[in-house]
């Protein structure tokens, strides 16, 4: 006698055939909302906000909706919050003005957290998978930290209304770990105005013994440098000028870098309070200046000569452009920005949420170097054509797969889910994401024609030129 199998049995059988299917098509789709599941389970997001929030509670508003919510904007899968809020209202037990309130409140403990704790998760999950990149420093934990002031933003609050000058929402710090290309940390700040070294006591809360902090010279002071040596860690900072060079010993050469002559020195210097130090000072002559017009490049550091000769300290500085490189990977492929968050507190929680989103797509391209090499991902790959392609999907996705199928992501084991990743990974076509490096650029020639005109047409000034052409 034939059994014929329960509706619940055939229900399984078609959405595993349909999850089969994003696999095979757009594994990458699949690999970013398995690692959000994973990364961001609702429950330890709502216990994250218990534990860290002093004057807000809950009392419908979940903050994990909230994440939620604020992830389909700032991966641009929906134009604005309100979008988002009228995309879900039907399961949103709140007005958009709760939400608001909400989010204008939340308190910059509760989005310096939710980044440290889901790196953390990530963090467990690139290792197992074997993704990371090739260590700076072998033996060391290097941290790169920069800043970033959040653009302005509309002129919606009545204290703005009045003013010509840009509202700044705040700005952040924020640590890279260039092994695992994971932000591990962000220090909000909502004060637009300030600068890096006003938090240098935040900073110095991070440093663990056998660091090495690399950071640009807003970072350089005799606090924060004094600070990171008592705490057995070293510095990498780039010399400020208002640290004064007391004395100076013996120049001595020790080879070049692709950009120029290598020098160092041991040196005592001042800051403008008179406070002294001794370090280690080493200088690159620069082939040719950069933008700001610096012809040399001085770097502070306390690393021994034993583990950092000067050129390896100046090639290592160097790589401080891979938080840059976060950075405009927040512009490109994100809306970390939000202009219609004026208020301090929300716009620095959609700065964190696309922290996040960048988090996802590292670990997703941490799966890919698992599964065909971290060469040949890092020369080849684009992550820009991943998250578009995660953009574009994720919402039929969504719809064709009920929120039960990716439940099972949120308790499983960072070494299981590293194996699902890898195996996802494998069915990746790669010439899709394929890079294309652009070429050198073009020198801008002065602009000096029809200086008495407005505007002109480019479709006139091409005819003539087809005119005058052989």
């Not at 989005?111 to 060391?140: D, N």
């Not at 290598?262 to 800051?271: A, K, L, Y």
């Not at 699902?420 to 990746?428: I, L």
């Not at 394929?434 to 000096?448: A, E, N």
């Amino acid at each position: 006698m034939r059994e014929w199998a329960s509706p619940g049995d055939v229900q399984r059988m078609i959405l595993s055939k349909v999850f089969d299917r994003f696999v095979e098509e757009t594994p990458v789709t699949v690999m970013a909302r398995a690692t959000i599941e994973h990364a961001l389970p609702p429950e330890a997001l709502d216990a994250l906000f218990d534990r860290y929030a002093e004057r807000q509670y809950t009392r419908e508003l979940l903050f994990s909706s909230v994440v939620e919510l604020m992830g389909v904007v700032v991966s641009k899968i929906q134009p604005s919050v309100h979008a988002a809020y009228k995309a879900v209202k039907s399961t949103l037990p709140v007005t958009i003005t709760a939400l608001y309130d909400k989010l204008n409140l939340l308190e910059p403990a509760v989005t310096s957290a939710l980044i440290s704790h889901t790196a953390q998760r990530l963090e467990s999950v690139v290792r197992t998978m074997h993704g990371e990149m090739p260590a700076l420093l072998p033996g060391f934990r290097v941290r790169i930290i920069d800043g970033s002031h959040l653009a302005a933003t509309q002129r919606r609050l009545k204290v703005l209304r009045g003013s010509i000058a840009g509202p700044l929402p705040g700005h952040s710090l924020v640590v890279l770990d260039p092994e695992l290309m994971l932000a591990t940390h962000m220090i909000p700040c909502e004060d637009g105005h300030a600068q890096e070294r006003s938090l240098s006591a935040q900073i110095l809360g991070l440093v663990a013994a056998n660091d090495v902090w690399i950071a640009d010279r807003n970072f350089c002071t005799t606090a924060l440098l004094a600070g990171i040596a008592e705490r057995d860690a070293f510095y990498l900072i780039r010399h400020h000028a208002n640290l004064t060079i007391v004395t100076a010993g013996t120049f001595r050469k020790c080879g070049r870098t692709d950009t120029g002559e290598v020098f160092e020195q041991s040196v005592t210097i001042r800051d403008l309070d008179g406070e002294t130090m001794k370090t280690r000072r080493v200088i690159v002559r620069l082939d040719k200046p950069t933008r700001d017009g610096d012809s040399e490049m001085s770097i502070l550091t306390n690393l021994p000569k034993t583990a950092a000769s000067g050129k390896l300290v100046a090639d290592l500085y160097r790589k401080r452009w891979k938080v840059e490189t976060m950075f405009q990977s927040l512009t490109q492929m994100l809306n970390g920005e939000i202009d219609t968050l004026a208020y301090p507190r929300a716009a620095l929680l959609g700065f964190a949420t696309a922290l996040l989103a960048y988090n996802v797509l590292s670990t997703v391209q941490a799966a890919l170097r698992a599964a065909f090499g971290s060469e040949k991902i890092q020369n080849e790959v684009s992550a820009y054509y991943i998250a578009n392609e995660v953009r574009v999907n994720s919402g039929g996705m969504l719809i064709a797969l009920e929120p039960a199928v990716w439940e099972v992501f949120q308790t499983m084991t960072s070494s299981r889910f590293g194996l699902k990743m890898v195996e996802w990974a494998s069915h990746a076509q790669l010439p899709k994401y394929k890079r294309h490096p652009r070429g050198p650029k073009k020198p801008v020639p002065k602009r000096t024609r029809f200086p008495d005109k407005t505007h002109i047409s480019t479709a006139r000034l091409l005819a003539e030129s087809r005119k005058k052409s052989p």
